[in-house]
């Protein structure tokens, strides 16, 4: 990248007065520098979402039925455009789409000629469309769900009937449908968990995974898509499992470099790895290890997970919802805080040298505990619930939660490809983070403010392009201008100089982003 000369931004003080005391002095708490010395090396793919294909409304079969009408789809489409996710994760079972039992010689019946699998197209379609790639998958062995006490049902990830199954559905959904979004494929969910098919057995899974790997490249299909994991889910142990949680990731670099296209984990944080910023830590381990193999790492599923008082809290909102699982909810999805709190963890990722993050998830209506279907144990976790008509609180439900405003920005203001930078602070401050990525014709500055105080910021760079207009957004508590669809616009268009020193009032709890991209 080109380097240019030393530039201060600066935000005017019509808009941030707090910089400014008696007599225009500014009081500046903070200068961060991004510098080009500072650039991540690992690819950034971009930030982006979790979203199903709705089992419990897609057919008329469907526990629900089928709700899933042409004009939710839409308005699927009309929000998501909006967000502009970059990657999109979609995981399912086959009992769901395409699989039928076994026959009497044990082999799998399927047909993808299923009022269920034209679901999914819908939401294929839009990827295709949009070219986003698609993290593709299925929750685990056909077997978990699908019981047979007459036959020996395939439970097993290293099953070569399962690893079948999975390619002739793939050479359907590429080959024949033309879905070339669907760029990875992620075999087992959180596959060292004890709720999962392979219930954290190593070996297992990592020989259903190398079998896979063989049978794309077998069928061709590795032309169009390769293999991610581990999918691992970090933060708990399952006492079955032979290695602990984290090695499962840093066993799969070791084992599988080869033939992985996409390491992915999962983490649900708390709300203190957040706020005091010790995410960063808990994920340089991790980065450290997979940057050096120039594959990309995403956080597979990201989401909030609150302890003590505050978990207390949302057990007892959960309870309360008519429509809500509270043992697999995040009640705070409705509160502004949310937004903080993700916002911040995904620009951490980021820092770290993670390419992006799928957060979890979409919309309430996709699973619900256990996806037995059962209308008061949704899984609330979405910006938005898309059947809040047939079951919700239509006021809070059905329109963007706060929390979609800050990852539409996060989604919107960080296109894949982009060179991230890291800041450098002159003091330290445990309550705020910087991030910055410089991109085709623009860049991108996002701060994060978790303190009860309101600080005064001095921003310099010597990698930013001068003649471009900045455009400000900012989620705070009181402001966060919206369109007419509940999504973010710009507050402030700020025209500055190459020589011009301004500072940025970061109010507290609150997330602010600078742009040369314009949202309306």
């Known amino acids: 990248m080109q380097k240019i000369i030393t530039l201060i931004i600066v935000v005017t003080t019509l808009l941030f007065a707090s910089c400014v005391q008696k007599k225009s002095t500014p009081t500046v708490t903070n200068e961060i520098s991004f510098l080009q010395k500072n650039e991540v090396k690992s690819p950034f793919v971009g ?19 089928a709700l899933m009408t042409d004009e939710k789809w839409e308005e699927l489409y009309k929000r998501l455009d909006f967000i502009n996710p970059h990657i999109i994760r979609v995981m399912d079972i086959a009992s769901w789409r395409y699989y039928q039992g076994l026959d009497k010689q044990q082999q799998p019946m399927l047909n993808f000629d299923t009022q269920e699998v034209k679901s999914l197209y819908k939401l294929l379609d839009y990827c295709q469309t949009r070219n986003i790639p698609v993290l593709f998958g299925e929750w685990g062995a056909p077997g978990l769900w699908h019981l047979d006490k007459k036959n020996k049902e395939i439970q097993r990830a290293d099953d070569e009937r399962w690893t079948k199954m999975i390619v002739a559905y793939l050479k359907h959904l590429i080959l024949e449908k033309g879905y070339t979004c669907i760029q990875y494929y992620n075999l087992v969910n959180e596959p060292n968990g004890y709720w999962a098919s392979t219930d954290g057995d190593w070996e297992q899974w990592k020989k259903g995974y190398q079998n896979l790997n063989s049978a794309l490249k077998k069928a061709g299909l590795d032309k169009y898509v390769s293999m991610s994991g581990p999918d691992a889910v970090t933060q708990w142990e399952n006492p079955k499992s032979p290695i602990k949680a984290k090695d499962w990731v840093l066993q799969t670099v070791d084992d599988l470099n080869e033939i992985t296209g996409l390491y992915d984990f999962h983490i649900y944080a708390d709300q203190h790895m957040i706020r005091d910023g010790s995410f960063v830590n808990y994920l340089e381990p991790f980065t450290a290890k997979i940057i050096p193999t120039g594959k990309p790492l995403v956080l597979g599923e990201l989401g909030m997970k609150y302890t003590g008082a505050l978990g207390e809290e949302n057990k007892k909102r959960g309870q309360e919802d008519p429509y809500a699982g509270p043992d697999d909810s995040s009640m705070f999805v409705y509160d502004y805080f949310y937004g903080i709190d993700m916002a911040d963890a995904a620009l951490q990722s980021m820092i770290a040298g993670v390419g992006g993050a799928i957060a979890w998830d979409l919309d309430d209506a996709m699973h619900t505990v256990n996806d037995l279907g059962e209308k008061d144990q949704l899984k609330k976790w979405g910006m938005w619930n898309i059947l809040a008509e047939e079951f919700g609180d239509l006021e809070k439900d059905k329109t963007p939660r706060p929390w979609a405003y800050s990852w539409t920005l996060l989604c919107q203001l960080f296109p894949p490809k982009s060179t991230v930078i890291v800041p450098s602070y002159t003091q330290q401050n445990d309550s705020i983070r910087a991030v910055a990525a410089t991109f085709d014709k623009g860049h991108t500055i996002a701060l994060v403010n978790q303190s009860s105080k309101a600080e005064c910021l001095q921003l310099a760079s010597d990698v930013f392009q001068s ?20 999504f973010p616009v710009s507050s402030q268009k ?11 009032d970061l109010k507290a709890k609150s997330v602010v982003f600078l742009s040369t991209r314009l949202l309306e």
């Open 47 to 65: 930030h982006g979402v979790q979203w199903s294909a709705y089992p419990h409304a897609d057919s008329d079969k469907a526990e629900w039925g």
């Open 467 to 486: 003649n471009q207009p900045l455009y400000l957004y900012e989620y705070s508590e009181n402001h966060r201008p919206v369109n007419s669809q509940g």
């Open 494 to 504: 700020i025209t500055k100089g190459s020589s011009e020193n301004i500072k940025v």
